[in-house]
């Protein structure tokens, strides 16, 4: 298969941006930051799930960020031009909310704890 276009891989397109997007402003903004990292205790207290979601979306510097993203376009591209946008988009949201639910219980009392 050729590379996919956006018709093939619309939502892998835009996680690509918006993650790009949104670590590079990260990088610049603690508050930012803050406000997207996994913070299990303000998960647990203050009830912010979105936080489930949004960390996936903040990378520690540039390196990671790109290794990252090298990873999401060898493989995410590919695999949604095969199972479909939406199938792809649940099973894409759902990995990072299940890879967060371990930690923000573990952590859940702890308000130190972020990733």
């Given at each position: ?16 941006a918006v993650t790009v997007a949104t670590s ?92």
């Amino acid at each position: 298969m050729s590379d996919p276009g956006f018709s093939q891989a619309p939502f892998s397109w835009i996680v690509l941006a918006v993650t790009v997007a949104t670590s590079l402003l990260a990088f610049r903004s603690e508050r930012l930051r803050s406000a997207l990292l996994l913070y299990p205790y303000d998960i647990a207290k203050k009830r912010q799930y979105y936080r489930l979601i949004s960390y996936g979306f903040v990378h520690a510097d540039l390196m990671h960020l790109l290794f990252n993203m090298i990873a999401l376009y060898s493989v995410a591209f590919y695999l949604e031009a095969v199972m479909g946008t939406l199938k792809f988009a649940v099973l894409y949201l759902a990995s990072m909310a299940i890879s967060a639910a371990i930690p923000s219980w573990q952590h859940r009392s702890d308000p130190q704890y972020s990733a």
